[in-house]
Every structure is written in C-alpha cells, then in structure tokens.
C-alpha cells in the first residue's frame, strides 16, 4: 500500500531544532535517563500537535513500514524486496504492512505513519531521522550500498545510535556485498563519491530469515506489553505532562 501524495510540508521549526541539535552535538553530555525524557517530551509533542492517537490500534497489532527512497541508496528491485516483506508480515498475525515515501508526505502524515509503527525497515539516509516518532522500543532494520563499511566513516552509524538515543532497537544492518564499478581500487577514498550514490540489491533468503527474526521478537515483545499491562492509552503510549 503506498502511503500519500502531497507535497506541502507542515512544519514544527523547535522540534526540528532540538532534533538536529541533539544529532549533532552529542546531546549535551545529557544522561540516558534524561536523553530519553527528551525524546518521549519530543515524541509526545509532535502527536499532540498533529492530533494523533492511536488508542484503537492494540497491542495485537504490528506495524512494518517499509520507507523507500528514490535515486541514492534506493533498492535497485523495489518490488522484490517490497515482496519479501509483505510475504512474512503476512504469516505473523496483526501485522499490516506500509510502503511510504517520506518525500511525499506532510509533517503530521509522517507523525501519524510513524506512530503506527513498530518496524521500520529502510536505507540509510535522512528520512531515518523520523524513528524517534515511533513507540519506544520499537524496532529499525537499515540497509546500505556497497562500500560504506570501509569508506563511509563513523557517521554511518548515526541511525544505530539515534535508535539507543530514543529508546528504540536497532536490529541491525545489511551490507551490499554487490555495487557499481569503480576507476579506483576498492578501498581507495574516491570511490566513496560512487558508493555514496549507489542503490541496493537484495538477498532473498536472507531478508526473509531476517524479517521473520525481528517479527517475531515485535510479536513476543507486544504480547509481553499486554500481560504485563505496561502500557497507557494516552497517545499512543506518550503522557504529555
């Protein structure tokens, strides 16, 4: 299911601020306790602005959103991959899948998108900024092209330390072992002009071995939440004080 069209963007210009501040200037020297306090105040504010509530959604409930990209370090067969995903969401009950484009969709559109997730499966880059506006210990499944490892330098792992930042799980990352050729040696800084561009294959029997782990952790995890009744109704999970 592709998820909306629009294109005019609404936006909250502080929490904006207060999000690249805390990515780029290591939050501050803020504890962890505190760090998540600002994420829960920032997620909570955002819901509250857009007028999202998620009361009706269930503990029974999965959400898997697939953030695509288009150009860079988009998947070179969409529809494959898409296709992986939809084929084990549909084996775990409760779980709907969601295919978005985070370009073409308003603030409160992405709020709300990401307030109904509890997987977000997606290639590195920008649009992974949103993960804080999910449930915490909500989960992040990242993909990248070939070469970053070597080249791409320690800001490669921003999005794995954002997700322990906010309270979320990283649940890992896949390396395209496969990519463009290249002028240079493999390990020769240039190429990261061409890595950087470069799209995704995929690998089938290990996406699906992947996907079906981390479903199944979400699945024990919510079903954990609902015995234990650790949860509120206000928000989706978020009491703005």
């Known amino acids: 299911m592709k998820v909306g069209l629009l294109q005019k963007e609404v936006s909250i210009p502080m929490l904006k601020s207060l999000t690249c501040s805390t990515l780029r200037h290591n939050e501050g020297g803020m504890s962890r306790e505190r760090r998540l306090e600002v994420y829960d105040m920032m997620r909570c504010k955002a819901r509250e602005y857009c007028n999202v509530r998620n009361e009706g959604r269930g503990l029974a409930m999965i959400g898997l959103t697939m953030l695509m990209r288009t150009g860079a370090r988009s998947f070179r067969n969409e529809s494959a ?10 084996k775990v009950e409760g779980c709907n ?12 559109q992405q709020v709300k998108l990401m307030s109904l997730t509890d997987i977000v499966v997606s290639a590195h880059g920008a649009q992974l900024t949103n993960l804080f506006l999910m449930d915490k210990n909500s989960s992040v499944m990242e993909f990248f092209p070939k070469g970053w490892l070597k080249l791409a330098g320690v800001g490669q792992y921003v999005f794995h330390w954002f997700a322990s930042w906010s309270g979320m799980k990283h649940e890992g990352a896949w390396r395209d072992p496969n990519g463009d050729d290249r002028p240079y040696p493999e390990d020769d800084r240039r190429c990261m002009s061409i890595y950087k561009n470069g799209r995704i294959g995929y690998n089938d029997t290990f996406f699906e071995e992947w996907a079906r782990n981390v479903l199944m952790k979400v699945k024990t995890r919510k079903m954990e939440e609902a015995l234990n009744k650790n949860t509120t109704s206000v928000l989706g999970g978020c009491a703005c004080s």
Do not use: D, P, S, W
């Open 81 to 90: 991959v898409v296709g992986i995903f939809q084929r084990e969401c549909g």
């Open 97 to 108: 899948l969601t295919v978005a484009y985070a370009h073409n969709l308003t603030f409160c």
